[in-house]
């Protein structure tokens, strides 16, 4: 099977008002397959929202590739002219922003929304473009599509608003859509719901999602492969069931004991204290020679300290960029 999209060595870099490069992506490289769930895994910080937002060329003005090639269909679009992205971006690739109120304008309401959108790459009359916008609301509302349609923002809740930008998401059948945190302002009750619905979404529609989180636990079960972000830098790639279930870099592995205990059978929650991963992570802008995550790992060696980790592939599916792997 041919990857929907391709991500060659990618470098982003973002300028300070001094005029300093940071980078905040280095040699990133993986492949998305039609129809499959990609969840991006990593600590604030780690580059997952550049990561997103490169893919779609919508970095800020301050946002710079150094090189790479991130391939759709084929076609590159880091090179690609303005109108040929505009084509993509909401048609063929769909954007879930994490915060509904910062990505919903207050003072539009939630139908029109959804129409800009379809009406940016189809050519439809007012009569079958509100037709459209409808059946594609009642895809993600189970009923009240119509008076959905009529709020405006302020009027939702945080699980409705978010369904919103589901919609926007799938408004033109793309064939990939990227979710940055989708849940994070949500209930668990709703982050459920949310999940299930992308799940749903992904059956029905056949794309394929790139899901971002900082969390493990949404993308257990849900995710087909996980890639783990550590400082701009892949950590690990490969199956979920085999990084969840034998994670090899020390970084993965310390995400992994992070998540709470599970509740016990009267619904209080074990008392042991959450462990965390000692230390903070680099400045990007302060980088030393070595392994980026060297400074917390538990695991670490001499060599750790003064060159960094090259990827070693594991199983044919499966890599890890760490030294104790041959690195």
Do not use: W
Request: proline share 6%; net charge positive.
């Amino acid at each position: 099977m041919n990857a929907l999209l391709e991500i060659q060595d990618l470098e982003v870099a973002y300028r300070s008002t001094a005029g300093r490069e940071c980078g905040a992506l280095a040699g990133v490289s993986f492949e998305v397959y039609p129809g499959e769930i990609l969840g991006v895994l990593g600590e604030s910080g780690s580059g997952k929202s550049t990561l997103a937002a490169a893919l779609l060329r919508l970095l800020p003005p301050n946002g710079k590739f150094r090189k790479g090639t991130v391939r759709f269909e084929g076609q590159d679009l880091l090179r690609a002219r303005q109108r040929e992205l505009q084509k993509v971006r909401g048609g063929r690739i769909g954007l879930i922003f994490q915060e509904p109120s910062m990505a919903l304008h207050p003072t539009i309401r939630t139908g029109e929304q959804i129409s800009s959108v379809i009406a940016a790459h189809q050519a439809l009359d007012r009569r079958a473009l509100r037709e459209k916008t409808l059946q594609v609301l009642a895809k993600v509302f189970s009923a009240d599509a119509n008076r959905i349609a009529e709020s405006y923002p302020h009027q939702l809740s945080g699980g409705q608003r978010q369904r919103v930008l589901l919609a926007q998401a799938i408004a033109c059948s793309p064939a990939l859509i990227i979710a940055d945190e989708p849940t994070a302002s949500l209930d668990p009750s709703t982050q459920q719901d949310i999940l299930e619905l992308l799940r749903t979404l992904r059956d029905q529609l056949h794309c394929a999602m790139i899901l971002i989180t900082h969390n493990p636990a949404i993308l257990a079960g849900l995710a087909d492969r996980i890639l783990v972000l550590y400082a701009g830098k892949v950590a690990e790639i490969g199956p979920a069931s085999e990084v969840f279930g034998s994670p090899q870099h020390p970084y993965t592995r310390a995400l992994l004991k992070c998540l709470p205990p599970p509740l016990t059978e009267n619904l209080r929650p074990r008392k042991s204290k959450l462990t965390v991963i000692p230390g903070e992570s680099p400045n990007l802008q302060q980088l030393a020679n070595g392994c980026r995550f060297e400074p917390r790992c538990t695991d670490r060696m001499d060599v750790c300290t003064t060159s960094e980790p090259a990827e070693t592939s594991l199983s044919r599916h499966h890599a890890v960029s760490c030294f104790r792997y041959g690195g």
